[in-house]
């Protein structure tokens, strides 16, 4: 398996922006279609965005599209979740996940078990 960390998150107020960023290390040697969830309080975890394993195709959950955006560094095999206009219920814990096995030939995957690596998280406190 591959490990996860994560960082940027923080206490910010509505309006403001954070840039996440997800750590890769361990099988390093490949690159996985990867994703962001969040969990907030009480509620289940969910999709955020996800992409491809070539950085090439991108998705954003409708919540937060025009308003976050997914990359990656293949270089540093690291994604960046870079959220802009940040609301209060964007509050959450945002998690890093990846795909390291078991691919259907989609371009990227977006349920919570299609994964198999995850991150600890990092909290995300937006106030308004």
């Known amino acids: 398996q591959v490990q996860l960390v994560e960082s940027g998150g923080g206490l910010v107020q509505a309006g403001d922006f954070l840039r996440l960023s997800c750590a890769a290390s361990?099988?390093?040697?490949?690159?996985?279609?990867m994703a962001w969830f969040r969990q907030a309080p009480g509620k289940e975890r969910e999709f955020v965005a996800a992409?491809?394993?070539?950085?090439?195709?991108?998705a954003h959950a409708d919540s937060v599209k025009g308003r976050f955006t997914i990359s990656r560094d293949s270089a540093k095999n690291s994604i960046i979740l870079q959220m802009n206009s940040l609301k209060p219920e964007d509050t959450a814990v945002y998690y890093c996940?990846?795909?390291?096995?078991?691919?259907?030939?989609?371009?990227?995957?977006?349920?919570?078990?299609?994964?198999?690596?995850w991150g600890q998280g990092t909290q995300v406190t937006v106030s308004s």
């Open positions: 361990g099988r390093t040697f490949a690159i996985y279609p």
């Open positions: 996940a990846a795909k390291t096995g078991g691919y259907s030939g989609r371009s990227y995957y977006t349920q919570l078990y299609d994964f198999d690596s």
């Open positions: 992409i491809s394993s070539s950085g090439g195709t991108a």
